[in-house]
Nanobody
Framework: QVQLVQSGGGLVQAGGSLRLSCAAS????????MGWFRQAPGKQREFVAAIVWSNTYYADSVKGRFTIYRDNDGNTVYLQMNSLKPEDTADYYCAATNSILYRGSQSLNDFGSWGQGTQVTVSP
Protein backbone atom coordinates (compact mmCIF):
# COMPACT_ATOMS: atom_id res chain seq x y z
CA GLN A 1 0.00 0.00 0.00
CA VAL A 2 1.06 3.55 -0.60
CA GLN A 3 1.74 5.83 2.36
CA LEU A 4 -0.03 9.19 2.26
CA VAL A 5 0.96 12.31 4.20
CA GLN A 6 -1.31 15.33 4.11
CA SER A 7 -0.61 19.02 4.60
CA GLY A 8 -2.56 22.24 4.31
CA GLY A 9 -5.92 23.09 5.79
CA GLY A 10 -6.70 25.54 8.55
CA LEU A 11 -9.15 28.33 9.24
CA VAL A 12 -10.52 30.57 6.51
CA GLN A 13 -13.43 32.95 6.12
CA ALA A 14 -16.33 32.14 3.84
CA GLY A 15 -15.45 32.96 0.26
CA GLY A 16 -11.79 32.28 0.83
CA SER A 17 -9.50 29.62 -0.58
CA LEU A 18 -7.31 26.83 0.72
CA ARG A 19 -5.16 24.19 -0.88
CA LEU A 20 -4.67 20.73 0.52
CA SER A 21 -1.71 18.55 -0.41
CA CYS A 22 -1.20 14.82 -0.15
CA ALA A 23 2.25 13.36 -0.72
CA ALA A 24 2.57 9.69 -1.56
CA SER A 25 5.46 7.32 -1.04
CA UNK A 26 6.76 4.94 -3.65
CA UNK A 27 7.71 5.08 -7.30
CA UNK A 28 4.36 4.06 -8.80
CA UNK A 29 2.28 7.08 -7.86
CA UNK A 30 0.99 7.55 -11.39
CA UNK A 31 -0.61 4.10 -11.18
CA UNK A 32 -2.91 5.17 -8.39
CA UNK A 33 -6.28 6.84 -8.57
CA MET A 34 -6.37 9.52 -5.90
CA GLY A 35 -9.35 10.83 -4.03
CA TRP A 36 -10.37 13.35 -1.43
CA PHE A 37 -13.07 12.71 1.14
CA ARG A 38 -14.33 14.74 4.07
CA GLN A 39 -16.06 14.11 7.33
CA ALA A 40 -17.97 16.78 9.20
CA PRO A 41 -18.70 16.41 12.91
CA GLY A 42 -21.46 13.90 13.46
CA LYS A 43 -21.63 12.96 9.80
CA GLN A 44 -20.36 10.12 7.66
CA ARG A 45 -17.28 10.47 5.52
CA GLU A 46 -18.25 11.62 2.05
CA PHE A 47 -16.67 11.79 -1.36
CA VAL A 48 -15.30 15.13 -2.53
CA ALA A 49 -13.21 14.53 -5.65
CA ALA A 50 -11.05 11.99 -7.41
CA ILE A 51 -8.57 11.86 -10.23
CA VAL A 52 -7.45 8.91 -12.32
CA TRP A 53 -5.13 9.46 -15.26
CA SER A 54 -6.57 12.67 -16.77
CA ASN A 55 -10.12 12.09 -15.60
CA THR A 56 -11.58 13.98 -12.67
CA TYR A 57 -14.72 13.43 -10.64
CA TYR A 58 -16.46 15.75 -8.21
CA ALA A 59 -19.28 15.68 -5.74
CA ASP A 60 -22.11 17.94 -6.81
CA SER A 61 -21.62 20.06 -3.71
CA VAL A 62 -18.12 21.14 -4.76
CA LYS A 63 -18.35 21.27 -8.56
CA GLY A 64 -17.13 24.58 -9.89
CA ARG A 65 -15.44 25.48 -6.60
CA PHE A 66 -12.91 22.70 -5.96
CA THR A 67 -10.23 21.39 -8.29
CA ILE A 68 -8.28 18.17 -7.89
CA TYR A 69 -4.99 17.84 -9.69
CA ARG A 70 -1.81 15.85 -9.38
CA ASP A 71 1.91 16.18 -9.89
CA ASN A 72 3.10 12.71 -10.82
CA ASP A 73 6.76 13.72 -10.77
CA GLY A 74 6.31 15.06 -7.26
CA ASN A 75 4.10 12.18 -6.08
CA THR A 76 1.54 14.67 -4.84
CA VAL A 77 -2.16 15.25 -5.30
CA TYR A 78 -3.76 18.58 -4.49
CA LEU A 79 -7.23 19.85 -3.72
CA GLN A 80 -7.67 23.53 -4.51
CA MET A 81 -10.71 24.82 -2.69
CA ASN A 82 -12.18 28.17 -3.72
CA SER A 83 -15.33 30.03 -2.69
CA LEU A 84 -15.39 28.09 0.55
CA LYS A 85 -18.59 27.89 2.53
CA PRO A 86 -19.20 27.14 6.21
CA GLU A 87 -20.71 23.82 5.17
CA ASP A 88 -17.31 22.82 3.76
CA THR A 89 -16.03 22.64 7.34
CA ALA A 90 -14.77 19.10 7.93
CA ASP A 91 -11.77 16.87 8.32
CA TYR A 92 -10.42 16.15 4.85
CA TYR A 93 -8.75 12.89 3.90
CA CYS A 94 -6.84 11.89 0.82
CA ALA A 95 -7.06 8.32 -0.38
CA ALA A 96 -5.53 6.06 -2.99
CA THR A 97 -6.56 3.02 -4.95
CA ASN A 98 -5.29 1.08 -7.93
CA SER A 99 -6.10 3.06 -11.06
CA ILE A 100 -6.92 -0.10 -13.00
CA LEU A 101 -9.75 -0.83 -10.58
CA TYR A 102 -11.18 2.66 -10.31
CA ARG A 103 -14.17 3.65 -12.40
CA GLY A 104 -15.24 6.91 -10.80
CA SER A 105 -16.81 5.44 -7.69
CA GLN A 106 -17.66 7.77 -4.83
CA SER A 107 -17.50 4.98 -2.27
CA LEU A 108 -14.82 5.23 0.35
CA ASN A 109 -14.75 1.44 0.41
CA ASP A 110 -13.07 1.49 -2.99
CA PHE A 111 -10.01 3.24 -1.58
CA GLY A 112 -7.48 1.21 0.39
CA SER A 113 -4.90 3.75 1.54
CA TRP A 114 -5.67 6.85 3.56
CA GLY A 115 -3.93 9.96 4.74
CA GLN A 116 -4.00 11.13 8.35
CA GLY A 117 -6.61 13.81 7.76
CA THR A 118 -6.45 17.57 7.99
CA GLN A 119 -8.95 20.00 9.43
CA VAL A 120 -10.62 22.70 7.37
CA THR A 121 -12.75 25.27 9.16
CA VAL A 122 -14.71 27.91 7.26
CA SER A 123 -16.09 30.74 9.35
CA PRO A 124 -19.22 32.65 8.27
Amino acid sequence: QVQLVQSGGGLVQAGGSLRLSCAASGRTFRNYAMGWFRQAPGKQREFVAAIVWSNTYYADSVKGRFTIYRDNDGNTVYLQMNSLKPEDTADYYCAATNSILYRGSQSLNDFGSWGQGTQVTVSP
